[in-house]
């Protein structure tokens, strides 16, 4: 496996370090249209697949059942912040689910949001799964369990139904035989699934473009795509990539942030999809990395890009809050 730079990061004028990695650029018929780095990587995307896991809530019809909104839907496929707008929303999925938060089984961490974290300080509260990035995922889990009278205590286990049925639908999403995709553990304990990454590409070029998906698949991917670019500060929060980069995007791109360097998008206009993966999991080089493709595919223009700046050349501050230095981009991409 071998990988190619992508972005270096300056401290006053010299290069102090690189970030290398891989990067598949691919349309919905499965052809591989540029790429740099090895796009056959077999990777774990983590997060960035939680709009495919999302999928079988609403093909069961779960979502339909307990009333999710866009807004629910578009939770249901983040990594969100922690903020009280999210926070508030899985607890009214789950009460029209009638499910009580202490079944959610995705772990407990710092959330994004650090007002929300001294807030819950200030008050003696304990940090609850509630708050933790992959609650919206989880609760979307849950639902579709409890829709389908499926036990709910162990809806994370891979063996359950309900991850039977992720599994499954990412295999045909991703046109990639089940018995192929390599599995692990995620970081909020459910599965996470391995392939190369010009099949990630290919799926997410298959949600921009869903029609050979079937009409009922095709609906459902609409909806949550949908939903992701009209509700985007369900994805993330508050000045989080995934949000400022769907508002950006004016309902042509949606994209998803994965842990240890992963993202995925797709462009609804041309129907390709991008699948990057930053090699030593530093996720500060994604969100350059992948407006730089962007502007090199002719996908956003100047003024969006220029509104995405603080992301594209993230600046590096010292302790004094001085600008020492930034990330720049430093690739092009090679077309196959």
Same mark, same amino acid.
């Given at each position: 496996?071998?990988? &190619?730079?992508?972005?270096?990061?300056?401290?006053?004028?010299?290069?102090?370090?690189?970030?290398?990695? $891989?990067?598949?650029?691919?349309?919905?018929? #499965?052809?591989? /249209?540029?790429?740099?780095?090895?796009?056959?990587?077999?990777?774990?995307?983590?997060?960035?697949?939680?709009?495919?896991?999302?999928?079988?809530?609403?093909?069961? #019809?779960?979502?339909?059942?307990?009333?999710?909104?866009? &807004?629910? *839907?578009?939770?249901?496929?983040? &990594? $969100?912040?922690?903020?009280?707008? =999210?926070?508030?929303?899985?607890?009214?999925?789950?009460?029209?689910?009638?499910?009580?938060?202490?079944?959610?089984?995705?772990?407990?961490? *710092?959330? =994004?949001?650090?007002?929300?974290?001294?807030?819950?300080?200030?008050?003696?509260?304990?940090?609850?799964?509630?708050?933790?990035?992959?609650?919206?995922?989880?609760?979307? @889990? /849950?639902?579709?369990?409890?829709?389908?009278?499926?036990?709910?205590?162990?809806?994370?286990?891979? &063996? =359950?139904?309900?991850?039977?049925?992720?599994?499954?639908?990412?295999?045909?999403?991703?046109?990639?035989?089940?018995?192929? *995709?390599?599995?692990?553990?995620?970081?909020?304990?459910?599965?996470?699934?391995? /392939?190369?990454?010009?099949?990630?590409?290919?799926?997410?070029?298959?949600?921009?473009?869903?029609?050979?998906?079937?009409?009922?698949?095709? @609906?459902?991917?609409?909806?949550?795509?949908?939903? @992701?670019?009209?509700?985007?500060?369900?994805?993330?929060?508050?000045?989080?990539?995934?949000?400022?980069?769907?508002?950006?995007?004016?309902?042509?791109?949606?994209?998803?942030?994965?842990?240890?360097?992963?993202?995925?998008?797709?462009?609804?206009?041309?129907?390709?999809?991008?699948?990057?993966?930053?090699?030593? #999991?530093?996720?500060?080089?994604?969100?350059?990395?992948?407006?730089?493709?962007?502007?090199?595919?002719?996908? *956003?223009?100047?003024?969006?890009?220029?509104?995405? @700046?603080? $992301?594209?050349?993230?600046?590096?501050?010292?302790?004094?809050?001085?600008?020492?230095?930034?990330?720049?981009?430093?690739?092009? /991409?090679?077309?196959?």
């Amino acid at each position: 496996m071998y990988s &190619s730079k992508l972005v270096d990061v300056y401290r006053d004028g010299r290069v102090e370090s690189s970030h290398s990695g $891989h990067i598949a650029v691919v349309s919905s018929d #499965g052809k591989l /249209l540029y790429s740099l780095g090895d796009p056959n990587r077999v990777t774990y995307a983590r997060s960035s697949v939680k709009p495919l896991q999302t999928i079988p809530v609403v093909e069961t #019809g779960a979502g339909d059942r307990y009333g999710l909104s866009e &807004s629910d *839907i578009s939770l249901c496929c983040a &990594s $969100h912040s922690g903020e009280a707008q =999210h926070t508030n929303r899985v607890l009214s999925i789950l009460g029209r689910a009638g499910i009580e938060d202490t079944a959610l089984q995705c772990g407990t961490h *710092i959330p =994004h949001a650090q007002d929300t974290y001294k807030k819950l300080i200030a008050a003696g509260k304990d940090l609850t799964p509630l708050y933790s990035n992959c609650s919206g995922k989880h609760t979307g @889990m /849950l639902v579709t369990a409890k829709h389908l009278g499926e036990t709910l205590e162990d809806y994370y286990l891979p &063996s =359950h139904p309900v991850q039977q049925r992720i599994l499954q639908t990412i295999s045909e999403v991703a046109d990639y035989p089940i018995e192929k *995709i390599e599995m692990g553990t995620d970081g909020c304990g459910v599965p996470v699934h391995a /392939l190369p990454l010009e099949r990630f590409a290919y799926a997410f070029a298959r949600m921009a473009r869903p029609d050979y998906l079937g009409e009922e698949r095709a @609906m459902a991917v609409n909806r949550i795509t949908t939903a @992701m670019m009209k509700y985007p500060e369900m994805v993330g929060g508050t000045g989080r990539f995934c949000t400022d980069f769907m508002k950006a995007a004016g309902g042509r791109l949606f994209g998803k942030a994965g842990a240890e360097a992963v993202y995925l998008i797709g462009d609804r206009e041309t129907g390709v999809g991008i699948a990057i993966k930053i090699e030593d #999991g530093n996720g500060r080089a994604a969100y350059p990395v992948a407006l730089e493709t962007l502007r090199q595919l002719d996908f *956003i223009n100047d003024e969006q890009l220029n509104n995405l @700046m603080h $992301h594209y050349r993230p600046v590096l501050k010292n302790a004094r809050q001085e600008n020492v230095g930034e990330l720049v981009p430093s690739f092009t /991409l090679h077309k196959c």
